[in-house]
């Protein structure tokens, strides 16, 4: 596909979501219109995409191909604004006794627990450094910080929260806007990044690409396509993505086995 836009100067506003006169937070951009979007409309418009929307349920297909063959990983998501979450990964190829992790927060608390070890935590959240949003860093060191988080380095918190990796990782590259598509059986904005955050190691190759999908009416991260010369090496996809969902009260517990290990 022809691209239809290319890379701005590096962008740096994942943390800069505009602020109501009564301090909620809300989007800079309400919907996409029509017309062909820039690469910093897009990201401006994905980096507010739990914003739109009371509660979540997103389910993902993680394939990755290694010398090793190929993997599968299943990630259920569910949110409730503000502050409730809960992720469960699933290796569909295990038992079911030991084929999954959860992760469970309530915006106060996180409660884990970990088939395969059967081991369960029960820690309070983790609080940001102090400084972090400080107005006088710039920009691409201030991170986004989630009207719900997730957790960490996962891929529930990059396809939930892209702000950041826009920024980190595909504005890092060069990018651009290739077109629109279905995922999900929902419209999506297709980008590409090739030779994107360079770490001038020996993994850091030149013919590394990646390929996303924003969903146009969230901005939610829709797909996720890493590619080094030519050879699809993991492909994340939404498979279920449903905003405003009815979420039981029920489906934010963790059954955790009498006889499991616990630790703080």
């Not at 836009?5 to 800069?16: E, H, V, Y």
């Not at 929902?186 to 030779?195: K, L, N």
Request: aromatic share 6%.
């Amino acid at each position: 596909m022809p691209a239809m836009a290319s890379t701005p100067a590096r962008w740096d506003r994942a943390s800069l979501a505009p602020v109501a006169l009564d301090g909620r937070r809300v989007p800079e951009i309400v919907q996409l219109g029509p017309a062909k979007a820039d690469l910093a409309t897009v990201f401006a418009f994905a980096r507010d995409a739990e914003l739109r929307f009371a509660t979540l349920r997103l389910r993902l297909e993680e394939r990755a191909w290694s010398a090793g063959g190929e993997t599968l990983r299943v990630h259920e998501v569910l949110v409730r604004h503000p502050g409730t979450a809960r992720v469960t990964v699933v290796r569909p190829d295990r038992p079911a006794t030991t084929n999954h992790e959860t992760w469970l927060s309530d915006g106060e608390t996180v409660r884990t627990y970990r088939g395969l070890h059967r081991l369960a935590t029960d820690r309070p959240v983790r609080r940001w450094p102090v400084g972090l949003t400080a107005p006088d860093l710039p920009g691409t060191s201030r991170p986004y910080p989630p009207l719900t988080a997730l957790p960490a380095n996962s891929l529930a918190d990059t396809f939930v929260h892209p702000g950041s990796y826009c920024q980190n990782v595909l504005a890092t590259g060069t990018t651009a806007v290739t077109g629109t598509g279905i995922v999900a059986g929902r419209e999506a904005i297709f980008v590409t990044s090739d030779h994107p955050r360079t770490i001038e190691m020996a993994g850091d190759r030149p013919d590394h690409r990646l390929e996303v999908a924003f969903d146009r009416e969230t901005g939610l991260l829709a797909l996720l396509v890493e590619s080094f010369g030519g050879t699809v090496t993991r492909r994340v996809e939404a498979t279920e993505l449903t905003p405003d969902a009815v979420i039981p009260e029920s489906a934010f517990a963790i059954a955790v086995p009498g006889d499991a290990a616990s630790i703080y």
